[in-house]
Protein backbone atom coordinates (compact mmCIF):
# COMPACT_ATOMS: atom_id res chain seq x y z
CA UNK A 1 0.00 0.00 0.00
CA UNK A 2 1.88 3.36 -1.04
CA UNK A 3 0.37 6.93 -1.02
CA UNK A 4 1.38 10.27 -2.16
CA UNK A 5 3.65 11.83 0.23
CA UNK A 6 2.37 15.38 -1.96
CA UNK A 7 -0.90 14.64 0.43
CA UNK A 8 -2.45 14.38 4.10
CA UNK A 9 -3.87 11.18 4.71
CA UNK A 10 -7.66 11.48 5.88
CA UNK A 11 -9.03 8.22 8.21
CA UNK A 12 -12.70 7.38 9.59
CA UNK A 13 -13.33 5.11 11.09
CA UNK A 14 -17.54 3.57 11.68
CA UNK A 15 -19.84 5.41 9.08
CA UNK A 16 -22.16 2.80 10.72
CA UNK A 17 -25.01 2.85 7.90
CA UNK A 18 -25.10 6.78 8.32
CA UNK A 19 -25.36 8.48 5.13
CA UNK A 20 -25.86 11.83 5.93
CA UNK A 21 -22.39 11.57 7.75
CA UNK A 22 -20.87 9.75 5.16
CA UNK A 23 -21.26 12.09 2.54
CA UNK A 24 -20.24 15.08 4.95
CA UNK A 25 -16.61 13.18 5.12
CA UNK A 26 -15.98 12.53 1.65
CA UNK A 27 -17.03 16.37 1.27
CA UNK A 28 -14.62 17.05 3.52
CA UNK A 29 -11.53 14.96 1.66
CA UNK A 30 -12.69 16.66 -1.66
CA UNK A 31 -12.74 20.01 0.17
CA UNK A 32 -9.07 19.27 1.71
CA UNK A 33 -7.83 18.26 -1.96
CA UNK A 34 -7.56 14.90 -0.69
CA UNK A 35 -7.30 11.91 -3.77
CA UNK A 36 -9.29 9.15 -2.93
CA UNK A 37 -5.85 7.11 -2.80
CA UNK A 38 -4.99 8.73 0.69
CA UNK A 39 -8.53 8.54 2.30
CA UNK A 40 -8.78 5.47 4.46
CA UNK A 41 -11.77 4.05 6.53
CA UNK A 42 -11.29 1.66 9.54
CA UNK A 43 -14.32 -0.35 8.93
CA UNK A 44 -17.69 -0.91 10.35
CA UNK A 45 -19.52 0.31 7.18
CA UNK A 46 -22.53 -0.70 8.25
CA UNK A 47 -24.00 -1.05 11.41
CA UNK A 48 -26.32 1.36 13.67
CA UNK A 49 -28.18 3.93 11.27
CA UNK A 50 -30.98 3.77 8.70
CA UNK A 51 -28.90 3.64 5.34
CA UNK A 52 -26.93 0.25 5.38
CA UNK A 53 -26.79 -0.60 1.44
CA UNK A 54 -26.91 3.05 0.27
CA UNK A 55 -23.53 3.79 2.43
CA UNK A 56 -22.07 0.71 1.19
CA UNK A 57 -22.43 2.13 -2.21
CA UNK A 58 -21.15 5.57 -1.50
CA UNK A 59 -18.13 3.81 0.11
CA UNK A 60 -17.40 1.61 -2.91
CA UNK A 61 -18.04 4.20 -5.24
CA UNK A 62 -15.68 6.87 -3.53
CA UNK A 63 -12.69 3.92 -4.23
CA UNK A 64 -10.91 4.93 -0.85
CA UNK A 65 -9.12 2.20 0.99
CA UNK A 66 -11.14 0.56 3.77
CA UNK A 67 -10.75 -2.70 5.89
CA UNK A 68 -13.43 -5.14 7.12
CA UNK A 69 -14.73 -4.27 10.49
CA UNK A 70 -16.51 -6.70 12.46
CA UNK A 71 -19.50 -6.11 11.20
CA UNK A 72 -18.64 -6.67 7.48
CA UNK A 73 -16.74 -9.66 8.21
CA UNK A 74 -20.25 -10.79 9.83
CA UNK A 75 -22.26 -9.69 7.31
CA UNK A 76 -20.23 -11.45 4.72
CA UNK A 77 -20.96 -14.22 6.07
CA UNK A 78 -24.60 -13.93 7.03
CA UNK A 79 -24.20 -14.23 10.70
CA UNK A 80 -26.90 -14.04 13.29
CA UNK A 81 -25.20 -11.31 15.55
CA UNK A 82 -22.60 -8.08 14.40
CA UNK A 83 -19.79 -9.84 16.53
CA UNK A 84 -19.33 -6.81 18.55
CA UNK A 85 -18.48 -8.24 21.54
CA UNK A 86 -20.77 -7.11 23.85
CA UNK A 87 -21.52 -8.97 26.58
CA UNK A 88 -24.29 -11.10 26.75
CA UNK A 89 -27.28 -9.52 28.41
CA UNK A 90 -26.16 -5.93 28.63
CA UNK A 91 -28.11 -3.00 26.80
CA UNK A 92 -25.52 -3.07 24.02
CA UNK A 93 -26.29 -6.63 23.47
CA UNK A 94 -29.79 -5.99 23.54
CA UNK A 95 -29.75 -3.37 21.24
CA UNK A 96 -27.74 -4.69 18.75
CA UNK A 97 -30.06 -7.36 17.96
CA UNK A 98 -32.31 -5.24 16.80
CA UNK A 99 -29.81 -2.72 14.60
CA UNK A 100 -27.91 -5.57 13.09
CA UNK A 101 -31.46 -7.46 11.83
CA UNK A 102 -32.35 -4.48 10.03
CA UNK A 103 -28.79 -4.20 8.55
CA UNK A 104 -28.86 -7.45 7.69
CA UNK A 105 -32.08 -7.56 5.55
CA UNK A 106 -30.92 -3.90 3.83
CA UNK A 107 -27.72 -5.57 2.96
CA UNK A 108 -28.00 -6.17 -0.64
CA UNK A 109 -25.76 -9.47 -1.77
CA UNK A 110 -23.61 -7.05 -4.19
CA UNK A 111 -22.28 -5.21 -0.56
CA UNK A 112 -21.70 -8.78 0.87
CA UNK A 113 -19.50 -9.76 -1.76
CA UNK A 114 -17.42 -6.84 -1.38
CA UNK A 115 -17.62 -7.00 2.52
CA UNK A 116 -16.33 -10.39 2.01
CA UNK A 117 -12.94 -9.06 -0.75
CA UNK A 118 -11.94 -6.54 2.09
CA UNK A 119 -8.49 -7.31 3.81
CA UNK A 120 -8.60 -7.12 7.57
CA UNK A 121 -5.16 -5.23 7.46
CA UNK A 122 -3.46 -2.81 5.10
CA UNK A 123 0.02 -2.82 5.26
CA UNK A 124 2.46 0.15 3.64
CA UNK A 125 4.45 3.24 3.99
CA UNK A 126 4.34 6.84 3.95
CA UNK A 127 6.86 9.20 4.81
CA UNK A 128 9.15 6.28 5.34
CA UNK A 129 7.20 4.97 8.39
CA UNK A 130 5.55 1.85 8.00
CA UNK A 131 2.12 2.10 8.75
CA UNK A 132 -0.53 -0.87 9.51
CA UNK A 133 -4.40 -0.38 9.34
CA UNK A 134 -6.62 -2.71 11.66
CA UNK A 135 -10.15 -2.32 12.96
CA UNK A 136 -9.77 -3.64 15.88
CA UNK A 137 -6.44 -4.58 17.32
CA UNK A 138 -4.08 -7.13 15.86
CA UNK A 139 -5.11 -10.15 18.05
CA UNK A 140 -9.04 -9.43 17.25
CA UNK A 141 -11.35 -7.16 15.17
CA UNK A 142 -13.90 -6.95 17.67
CA UNK A 143 -11.51 -5.72 20.73
CA UNK A 144 -12.24 -2.71 22.57
CA UNK A 145 -9.16 -0.60 23.07
CA UNK A 146 -9.95 3.15 24.59
CA UNK A 147 -7.78 5.66 25.10
CA UNK A 148 -7.29 5.92 28.82
CA UNK A 149 -6.28 1.94 28.74
CA UNK A 150 -2.00 3.00 28.15
CA UNK A 151 -0.68 -0.01 28.50
CA UNK A 152 -2.82 -2.06 26.43
CA UNK A 153 -2.28 0.18 23.71
CA UNK A 154 1.79 -0.22 24.21
CA UNK A 155 0.57 -3.98 24.03
CA UNK A 156 -1.46 -3.40 21.09
CA UNK A 157 1.02 -1.35 18.92
CA UNK A 158 3.63 -4.09 19.70
CA UNK A 159 1.79 -6.69 18.39
CA UNK A 160 1.03 -4.92 15.17
CA UNK A 161 4.91 -4.73 14.52
CA UNK A 162 4.47 -0.72 12.76
CA UNK A 163 5.72 2.70 13.33
CA UNK A 164 1.71 3.60 13.08
CA UNK A 165 -1.06 2.10 13.46
CA UNK A 166 -4.55 3.22 12.28
CA UNK A 167 -7.67 1.58 14.27
CA UNK A 168 -11.53 2.15 14.89
CA UNK A 169 -14.07 -0.39 16.71
CA UNK A 170 -13.88 1.92 20.04
CA UNK A 171 -15.86 4.95 18.42
CA UNK A 172 -13.94 7.55 20.09
CA UNK A 173 -10.81 9.30 18.80
CA UNK A 174 -7.72 9.52 20.52
CA UNK A 175 -3.96 9.23 19.36
CA UNK A 176 -0.93 8.13 21.92
CA UNK A 177 2.69 8.54 21.05
CA UNK A 178 3.75 4.74 21.76
CA UNK A 179 7.51 3.29 21.57
CA UNK A 180 8.33 6.05 19.25
CA UNK A 181 5.37 5.35 17.07
CA UNK A 182 1.49 6.29 17.14
CA UNK A 183 -1.60 4.61 17.93
CA UNK A 184 -3.93 6.50 16.00
CA UNK A 185 -7.96 6.16 15.89
CA UNK A 186 -9.66 9.12 15.00
CA UNK A 187 -12.93 7.96 15.62
CA UNK A 188 -16.00 7.30 13.88
CA UNK A 189 -18.22 9.77 11.18
CA UNK A 190 -21.52 7.24 12.35
CA UNK A 191 -22.70 8.38 15.52
CA UNK A 192 -21.06 11.09 17.82
CA UNK A 193 -18.51 10.60 20.70
CA UNK A 194 -20.71 10.71 23.58
CA UNK A 195 -19.33 13.87 24.51
CA UNK A 196 -22.83 15.52 24.80
CA UNK A 197 -22.55 17.55 21.24
CA UNK A 198 -23.84 15.98 17.82
CA UNK A 199 -20.77 16.09 15.81
CA UNK A 200 -18.45 13.10 14.62
CA UNK A 201 -14.96 12.51 14.15
CA UNK A 202 -12.12 11.94 11.59
CA UNK A 203 -8.55 12.41 11.34
CA UNK A 204 -5.76 13.71 9.37
CA UNK A 205 -2.21 12.80 9.35
CA UNK A 206 0.15 15.48 7.64
CA UNK A 207 3.73 14.94 6.57
CA UNK A 208 5.95 18.09 7.66
CA UNK A 209 8.95 19.59 6.23
CA UNK A 210 11.42 17.97 7.91
CA UNK A 211 10.35 14.52 7.92
CA UNK A 212 7.75 14.02 11.03
CA UNK A 213 3.86 13.69 10.96
CA UNK A 214 1.09 15.57 12.70
CA UNK A 215 -2.01 13.58 13.77
CA UNK A 216 -4.77 15.64 14.26
CA UNK A 217 -8.69 14.88 14.90
CA UNK A 218 -11.11 16.68 13.85
CA UNK A 219 -15.01 17.84 14.63
CA UNK A 220 -17.60 17.30 11.44
CA UNK A 221 -20.84 18.70 11.69
CA UNK A 222 -23.46 17.19 9.10
CA UNK A 223 -27.05 16.87 8.37
CA UNK A 224 -28.13 14.56 11.84
CA UNK A 225 -31.23 15.66 11.80
CA UNK A 226 -31.79 13.71 8.92
CA UNK A 227 -29.97 10.96 9.53
CA UNK A 228 -32.01 10.77 12.34
CA UNK A 229 -35.16 10.15 10.79
CA UNK A 230 -34.09 7.89 8.45
CA UNK A 231 -33.59 5.52 11.47
CA UNK A 232 -37.02 6.66 13.04
CA UNK A 233 -38.53 5.69 9.02
CA UNK A 234 -36.83 2.05 9.12
CA UNK A 235 -38.35 1.57 12.56
CA UNK A 236 -35.29 0.16 14.07
CA UNK A 237 -32.87 1.11 17.30
CA UNK A 238 -34.74 4.23 18.71
CA UNK A 239 -32.38 5.08 20.92
CA UNK A 240 -29.27 5.34 18.69
CA UNK A 241 -31.45 7.86 16.33
CA UNK A 242 -31.70 9.66 19.70
CA UNK A 243 -27.83 9.34 20.38
CA UNK A 244 -27.40 11.18 16.94
CA UNK A 245 -29.55 14.47 18.52
CA UNK A 246 -28.18 14.06 21.84
CA UNK A 247 -24.67 13.28 21.21
CA UNK A 248 -24.74 10.80 24.00
CA UNK A 249 -24.77 7.22 24.21
CA UNK A 250 -27.80 4.84 24.59
CA UNK A 251 -25.44 2.44 26.59
CA UNK A 252 -21.80 2.72 28.52
CA UNK A 253 -21.60 -0.98 29.02
CA UNK A 254 -18.38 -0.77 26.89
CA UNK A 255 -16.44 2.21 28.56
CA UNK A 256 -13.48 1.96 31.23
CA UNK A 257 -13.83 4.19 34.08
CA UNK A 258 -12.45 7.35 32.06
CA UNK A 259 -14.35 7.42 29.29
CA UNK A 260 -17.38 6.60 31.57
CA UNK A 261 -17.21 9.40 33.58
CA UNK A 262 -15.96 12.03 30.36
CA UNK A 263 -19.80 11.15 29.37
CA UNK A 264 -21.30 14.36 28.30
CA UNK A 265 -17.97 16.67 28.14
CA UNK A 266 -17.42 17.95 24.82
CA UNK A 267 -13.84 16.38 23.49
CA UNK A 268 -11.21 18.01 22.34
CA UNK A 269 -9.56 18.03 18.74
CA UNK A 270 -6.12 16.73 19.16
CA UNK A 271 -2.71 17.22 17.63
CA UNK A 272 0.17 15.09 17.97
CA UNK A 273 3.44 15.40 16.49
CA UNK A 274 5.78 12.49 15.62
CA UNK A 275 8.92 13.73 14.76
CA UNK A 276 11.73 12.46 11.97
CA UNK A 277 13.90 10.28 13.67
CA UNK A 278 17.74 10.42 12.25
CA UNK A 279 17.62 7.84 10.19
CA UNK A 280 14.46 9.55 8.41
CA UNK A 281 15.80 13.01 7.98
CA UNK A 282 16.39 12.57 4.61
CA UNK A 283 13.48 11.98 3.81
CA UNK A 284 12.29 15.73 4.18
Not at 39 to 58: E, F, N, S
Not at 167 to 177: R, S, V
Not at 257 to 275: H, M
Request: hydrophobic content about 40%; some cysteine.
Amino acid sequence: MTFSDAFPLLVFGGPYSNLQATTGVLAEARARAIPPQNIICTGDVVAYCGDPDATAARIREAGIRVVAGNCEEQLAADADDCGCGFDEGTACDRLSRDWYAFASRATSIESRAWMAGLPRRLDGTYRGRSIAVIHGTEAASNQFLFGSETQAIRDAHAAVGADVVIAGHCGLPFAHAVDGGVWFNPGVVGVPANDGTCDVWYGTITPKPDGGLTFATHRLGYDHTSAAHAMRRSGHADPYAEALETGLWPSLDVLPCAERAATGQPIAEVRLRLPASASLASVA
